[in-house]
């Protein structure tokens, strides 16, 4: 027993097992808020998702779902655009949007790069995404990339009539990161993307708070996240990892796409979506999933990726709704005829199923 402590104030900042389910494995815990630093993610995810999981007396382990007090909330600023702000930027209001991932990943030039988002723009996609593999490499440097790019998006909004938008990878050690981030906006462009596990959380929130001035989208990339949470017995679940990006500010976020190659089932991917873009939460005990309000927190757009082309759209808008943005890579870049005839069948395969838009 300690004895730097007494055993009322032991008592009154103990967490409380409230719900155990033997037969489920599911086990809730309250912990006294005063436990926690309001604002400070990297201490939250220390506090509940740090040592218990090396404990040597657990086989397995996993963090499924938090619900956070309003007074929590109420320390973050949540997403600066969101749905609303970023439909405003583009002026679509009733369609997903259509985005692509410049293919291959890597061993374009910025020239050959730049060129193939015109294509893409030209062709019909409202959103061109860098890679989350590509940085500044010897043979496409970040910052030529990025002026050559944003040159031909000028370009094909004056022969489109649509508004274009670039979505650069800023991904890089944290200074470097917002150095990037402020060349960007100086650029003319409006988004940034960066892959937010791999910069880590205490990065994320940097970047978020120097966005108050910045201003750009920021899209949430999750590259790595099925380290931790692919496992269903172990790890910390992609709701979690969701929650904790809208809370810190970011205005889009990859969720699996359903019909696609990633992981991910259909329930999972959907209940991702309302998590990011309701306001209230309902509980869902078979899906894990813990009442929520969140406030004052702007949703976040559901970003669907990976393994999608044409043929698909019809299937994921049946599933997700209009408020999701469509991402694909091969499904246009593969193409026989080019890029551009790639971008427009996916359009008009987006346009074909905008019957139920309104």
């Known amino acids: 027993q300690l004895t730097t402590i007494t055993d009322k104030r032991l008592k009154q900042i103990s967490a409380k097992v409230f719900s155990a389910n033997e037969k489920s494995g599911i086990i809730k815990i309250a912990y006294p808020s005063e436990l926690f ?49 970023i439909r405003k930027l583009l002026r679509v209001y009733k369609r997903p949007l259509l985005g692509t991932i410049i293919k291959p990943k890597l061993g374009l030039d910025e020239k050959e790069h730049a060129q193939v988002a015109y294509q893409a723009w030209l062709g019909g996609c409202d959103i ?24 031909l998006r000028d370009k094909c909004e004056k022969e489109t009539g649509e508004k274009k938008i670039y979505m650069p990878n800023i991904t890089a050690e944290c200074d470097e990161m917002l150095k990037r981030a402020e060349f960007v906006k100086k650029v003319g462009c409006e988004y940034a993307m960066v892959d937010v596990l791999t910069v880590g959380w205490s990065a994320l929130q940097k970047l978020r708070k120097e966005n108050e001035d910045l201003k750009l989208v920021l899209h949430a990339h999750r590259a790595g996240h099925a380290a931790i949470t692919r496992n269903p017995r172990h790890g910390i679940s992609m709701l979690v990892i969701a929650k904790l990006c809208r809370l810190i500010g970011m205005d889009q976020l990859h969720i699996g796409a359903i019909v696609g190659k990633m992981e991910g089932g259909k329930k999972e991917v959907q209940g991702i979506g309302e998590e990011i873009e309701h306001k209230f939460i309902h ?75 309104g």
């Open 37 to 85: 630093e309001f604002g400070n993610i990297p201490q939250l995810m220390s506090s509940i998702a740090g040592n218990v999981f090396g404990m040597s007396l657990l086989n397995n382990l996993r963090l499924e779902d938090i619900n956070f007090p309003n007074a929590y909330i109420r320390a973050f600023k949540g997403p600066k655009y969101g749905i609303p702000g």
């Open 128 to 151: 061109v995404k860098d890679d989350e593999n590509l940085s500044s490499m010897k043979f496409n440097k970040f910052y030529s990339r990025i002026a050559k790019t944003i040159n």
């Open 283 to 357: 509980p869902n005990k078979k899906q894990h999933v813990l009442a929520e309000n969140w406030l004052h927190i702007k949703p976040m757009f559901a970003v669907c990726s990976g393994g999608l082309h044409p043929g698909k759209v019809p299937a994921l808008v049946n599933a997700l709704g209009k408020d999701i943005i469509i991402q694909m890579g091969g499904g246009i870049h593969w193409n026989p005829r080019g890029s551009y005839y790639g971008a427009l069948g996916a359009r008009q395969a987006l346009e074909a199923t905008k019957g139920g838009f």
